[in-house]
């Protein structure tokens, strides 16, 4: 099945600086490929997801770039601000059927005032 | 539009006692229904899914069972509990075309 990495499993940075987190995967059929963010004590939220016929897609200040030859996709997080610190997972799947998606085991990203 | 709830929000059992979590989902028919662990690594284990009423399947073994006697509801349980079986419990729902989990809240289960 899928495996999903997700590197670096913490990433401290200053207000104002970008994030940026990248996640490897195995199966060259995923095609699917979404950012969850969870804060403190809730359930992940979707963020931002890109189909593998892109190779970024952007959302104000955030942005998810998508490299299907090296089967990797990256978060990617400008001007950070402390509403920004979370826990991310990126998961992949292939679309269709019952869809199940593969996670990353989560990057704790902590925004420094 | 479409809402999930899960409870109990907090949980402390003692070893060998059982267990229920709720979720049920309003606004959708036919979900999938989903009941993901999350340990202190922070990961995202996913435990069961069902894609259909009375229809179960489990990813990993376990001496935790779930069940969905009806369409929007889904309960996991366990007979007995061990220490071990201490986390954070998510229910989520998607339709499977989009592929957007929704997750509830989650039920933090401790125990001692």
């Known amino acids: 099945g899928e495996n999903v990495e997700q590197h670096p499993s913490t990433l401290s940075v200053q207000e104002g600086d970008s994030a940026v987190i990248k996640c490897t995967y195995s199966?060259?059929?995923?095609?699917?490929f979404p950012w969850y963010k969870q804060e403190l004590g809730k359930g992940p939220q979707l963020i931002i997801d890109i189909r593998s016929n892109v190779g970024e897609k952007k959302d104000q200040r955030i942005a998810v770039t998508l490299n299907k030859t090296a089967k990797h996709f990256s978060l990617h997080i400008t001007e950070t601000q402390p509403e920004d610190s979370a826990v991310y997972f990126c998961?992949?799947?292939?679309?269709?059927?019952?869809?199940?998606?593969?996670f990353g085991k989560g990057n704790q990203v902590v925004v420094i005032p | 539009s479409q809402t999930i709830h899960q409870w109990p929000a907090t949980l402390v059992q003692p070893v060998g006692s059982p267990l229920s979590l709720e979720c049920t989902v309003e606004?959708?028919?036919?979900?999938?229904l989903y009941w993901y662990r999350q340990a202190a690594g922070r990961g995202l284990q996913l435990l069961f899914y069902s894609v259909g009423i009375g229809q179960i399947s489990s990813e990993v073994p376990q001496n935790l069972s779930a069940s969905r006697p009806q369409d929007r509801q889904f309960i996991l349980s366990s007979k007995k509990l061990l220490l071990s079986d201490s986390g954070f419990y998510l229910c989520?729902?998607?339709?499977?075309?989009?592929?957007?989990?929704?997750f509830g809240e989650g039920s933090r289960l401790t125990v001692l």
């Open positions: 199966d060259s059929a995923s095609n699917y």
């Open positions: 998961a992949a799947s292939k679309e269709g059927g019952n869809n199940r998606l593969a």
């Open positions: 989520a729902w998607n339709r499977g075309v989009t592929g957007e989990l929704f």
């Open positions: 606004g959708t028919s036919n979900p999938n």
